[in-house]
């Protein structure tokens, strides 16, 4: 049996996590002794687990785009990035990337550092970074398994087995769910969270 933690998603039901060694919601530790089982239809009264709710609220699953976009390479004298948008939920913490590309080209030493930090604060695993022979430290650690994000979503932050088929280039240590229902690139997430004002 694997180590990894396990996600299995129910048709048009909620997510079912086993053997997670760790997770939290809006912070604070969830227990996760035993299988958790998340809703995704963003419809339930007891946040972020499932109470059933995708039933009355007929909530389907099925993924709407499923499209694959070729992913976009930057080259940089030290690093290269790779900007995945298949898998982008478009949370922005990217945007500070502009600016270091320019500066690492310019031959600022601190710059790939600070790049490889950025395109590890990328939850759904969209960015990725590589060094190019340089002494670039790349760490993409979690201090968490799985983080329920308020208002948002389920982030998945280690290596992972899950009983759907990845988006194309997306990595087997990050990933993104939707859990408020709307998202057109179901299971994963598209931002589309930002439009609920009533989700927690």
């Known amino acids: 049996?694997?180590?990894?933690?396990?996600?299995?998603?129910?048709?048009?039901?909620?997510?079912?996590?086993?053997?997670?060694?760790?997770?939290r919601y809006c912070g604070e530790p969830v227990d996760v002794q035993g299988d958790v089982f998340l809703c995704r239809c963003g419809e339930s009264?007891?946040?972020?687990?499932?109470?059933?709710?995708?039933?009355?609220?007929?909530?389907?699953?099925?993924?709407?785009?499923?499209?694959?976009?070729?992913?976009?390479?930057?080259?940089?004298?030290?690093?290269?990035t790779h900007f995945n948008p298949n898998t982008c939920m478009h949370v922005?913490?990217?945007?500070?990337?502009?600016?270091?590309?320019?500066?690492?080209?310019?031959?600022?030493?601190?710059?790939a550092a600070e790049i490889?930090?950025?395109?590890?604060?990328?939850?759904?695993?969209?960015?990725?970074?590589?060094?190019?022979?340089?002494?670039?430290?790349?760490?993409?650690?979690s201090d968490c398994d799985i983080d329920i994000v308020e208002g948002g979503e389920v982030?998945?932050?280690v290596p992972y087995d899950i009983n759907v088929e990845r988006l194309a280039g997306q990595p087997e240590d990050r990933g993104t769910l939707c859990r408020c229902g709307l998202s057109k690139n179901k299971p994963w997430c598209d931002g589309r969270h930002k439009g609920r004002k009533d989700f927690r």
């Open 1 to 23: 049996m694997s180590d990894k933690p396990s996600v299995t998603l129910f048709e048009n039901g909620p997510i079912k996590v086993s053997n997670a060694k760790s997770m």
């Open 45 to 80: 009264k007891n946040a972020p687990f499932c109470d059933g709710s995708h039933k009355a609220a007929e909530f389907k699953g099925e993924n709407q785009l499923a499209t694959t976009k070729p992913i976009k390479t930057w080259e940089g004298r030290t690093v290269r």
């Open 116 to 141: 490889a930090r950025v395109v590890g604060l990328c939850p759904s695993g969209a960015l990725a970074v590589e060094s190019k022979g340089a002494d670039v430290q790349i760490d993409a650690t």
């Open 92 to 111: 922005f913490y990217c945007k500070p990337l502009g600016a270091l590309r320019e500066a690492e080209l310019a031959g600022d030493d601190d710059a």
């Open 155 to 157: 982030r998945l932050q």
